[in-house]
Every structure is written in C-alpha cells, then in structure tokens.
C-alpha cells in the first residue's frame, strides 16, 4: 500500500480565508477540495505540499446559477456528477454535462470538482508512476529529473493536458474566475492554460478558480466526444470539443478545441472556419474534420499508438459535428478500445 506523506490540513471558511492561507505558507501549501487526483500524486509523492487547504466547507463555491438568455454561473465546488445532471446544462451545454459524465468513475465524479478538473495536472507515461518506479528511470523534468523521456534533446516538458471539461470551456466561449491575494480577474477559459507540461495554467499558484463563466446560449449547439481505452475511469487519450451557432440554416460561428493531444487543449481554428457560412452537410463535416486533425499532433507519451490518436481525431471531430447536425452517429460519447 502507497501511503500518504505527512501534511497539515487546514479547512477554509470563505475564498478570502482560503487566498490568506495560500499567501502565508506559499510553495508549501495546495489547495484541495475533491482531492481525487491530488491525493494519488501525493501517494507517488509527485506532489509533496506540507499545507493543504481545504475548499470543500466553502458554500459560495457550490451552485448553478442563470439561465439560457443570460448565460450560467457554476460554482468551482460543484461535483462533476451535479454538473452532469444538471437539467439546465444537460439541456443548453450538453458538452460539458457529456464532458464532466464521461470523467473517470461514478465514485470519484461524486468527489470531484469541476474546479479541480479544470486544473487537473498534466500527464505521462514516464511521470504517473511510483516514486520506485521514477526513480529506477532517473526521473524526469517534470519531477524530480532534468530530461524530458518523450523528447530528451527538448528543453521543455511534453506531459499531456488530461481535463475533460476543459476542451468544453474553451469551444463554447467560457470565462473563469481567479481570486488571489490582488482581487478578482475575470479570463477566458483559454487563457487558463500554457503550453507547457510543468507549468500548464496561465494562474498564479495562490490564486483560487471560483466560477465557470458559460455566456448566453445564443443558438450555441456543443458536443464532447472521448477516446480511452476503457468505458470507465481512464484519463482521455483524445478529447474533441465541438462548439456550432447556427442560424438560418447556416453556421456563423464555429469552434473547434482538442484535448489530451499536447500539454495544453489545442484550437483548430482552420477546421471550424470552414464550417463558417455555410451548412452542416456532410460533405462540409468531412471537409472540416479533415482540416481539424492538423493541430493533433500527439506524442509517445499516453496510452495508444500517437499514429492512431492522430486518425482518431479526424473521425472524432466528424462524429461530434455529425451529431450536432442531427446526422446518425456511430458509438456513443466515449470509445473504448481493447
């Protein structure tokens, strides 16, 4: 059995008592609220905090607020099986109701955030191991090491972006909001992330995400598809976020984001600009998800052949547009491969 390594778990009240427990013990302290991913890097000392904070008491971090015409508010605190089957999102936000269903096990989605997916860590082959393991290997940049085993002659980490539910905040349009020792800001969901597999969040370590900003729906129609190798519990290897207005029969707007293909949700902004102006066809979806797979371009580093992954976003992008279009799809919202 893989224990935990000693901390001091202190509960916070309110975010502003939260921010002032960050800010006094700095690089020593985390913040925890489901835990569900943060506990086992702990075990595999991946993470190694003397402080964790405790978000889950905080009330103001629980709730959906809003509507269709105004857009939704929902609280980092709110467990992803709440989001899930939430009436209103399942209803106007499909994806991320599809998103945050489709993350992990029943269990742990009854414990984790949608706040901590947001923020979830990076993944690797050669990082979510044992500390034995690690260290039989000698490391790796991302701890402990200073080499990159996916790419040893790069100066920077490839670990992969391993959120569900980000993907989805970036296609429709979201925002979020960060509470730190020097106030609110308000960012878009994209601008929470960096290409980097260490430091891949655009936040300061002592800021806190409060909220999921969701805008207007606006004739906005959203997909999420998954590719892992079992049904249930596994990290994505491929996420596709497709996010469509249309009007009159014609697209005006159009968003593509792909997940767990770099360290970072990747854009393919030449695959939804050709879906701009015109209807969803088949012929116009083909056109586009071919254009989509440009931007995935995956490494050895996650389950599955990177080959494979990189055909598999092409076929992804088309089932998740074709369902929007109301075209017959094959499978469901996640593929398993054995």
């Not at 269903?101 to 029943?106: A, K, R």
């Not at 296609?171 to 929470?192: D, W």
């Not at 129609?221 to 996420?239: C, H, N, Q």
């Not at 996010?243 to 984001?257: K, P």
Request: net charge positive; with cysteine; proline share 7%.
């Amino acid at each position: 059995m893989i224990r935990l390594p000693p901390f001091e778990y202190v509960p916070a009240r309110s975010v502003a008592e939260a921010v002032a427990t960050m800010e006094k013990h700095g690089a020593e302290a985390m913040l925890v609220a489901g835990g569900t991913d943060l506990f086992p890097n702990m075990k595999r000392r991946q993470f190694e905090p003397k402080f964790l904070v405790g978000l889950g008491g905080i009330a103001e971090l629980r709730g959906v607020r809003g509507d269709a015409e105004s857009g939704f508010t929902i609280g980092a605190g709110v467990t992803l099986a709440a989001l899930a089957r939430h009436a209103e999102i399942v209803r106007h936000y499909p994806a991320l109701a599809t998103a945050a269903g489709l993350v992990s096990s029943p269990q742990l989605r009854n414990m984790g955030t949608i706040g901590g997916n947001l923020c979830v860590d990076t993944r690797c082959n050669y990082y979510n191991q044992s500390y034995q393991w690690r260290k039989a290997i000698g490391f790796c940049m991302k701890k402990d090491g200073d080499i990159c085993l996916v790419a040893p002659g790069s100066p920077r980490c490839w670990a992969v972006s391993s959120s569900d539910t980000a993907p989805v905040a970036w296609s429709v349009g979201a925002k979020v909001k960060l509470v730190g020792p020097a106030g609110e800001r308000v960012i878009p969901a994209e601008a929470l992330y960096r290409d980097d597999g260490i430091a891949y969040l655009g936040k300061q370590p002592n800021e806190i995400l409060t909220e999921l900003l969701l805008p207007p729906v606006a004739g906005r129609r959203s997909a999420y598809m998954k590719l892992r190798r079992r049904g249930s519990f596994d990290f994505p290897v491929l996420g596709v976020a497709v996010s469509v207005r249309l009007e009159g029969g014609l697209v005006r707007e159009a968003r593509i984001v792909l997940g767990a293909v770099a360290s970072t949700p990747r854009e393919a902004p030449k695959g939804a600009a050709a879906l701009v102006g015109r209807p969803l066809t088949p012929e116009a979806i083909d056109a586009a998800a071919t254009l989509a797979a440009g931007p995935s371009r995956p490494l050895d580093n996650t389950d599955f052949t990177h080959p494979y992954r990189k055909k598999m976003t092409r076929i992804f992008v088309a089932r998740a547009l074709r369902r929007i279009a109301g075209f017959p799809t094959t499978g469901g919202d996640s593929e398993e491969v054995s």
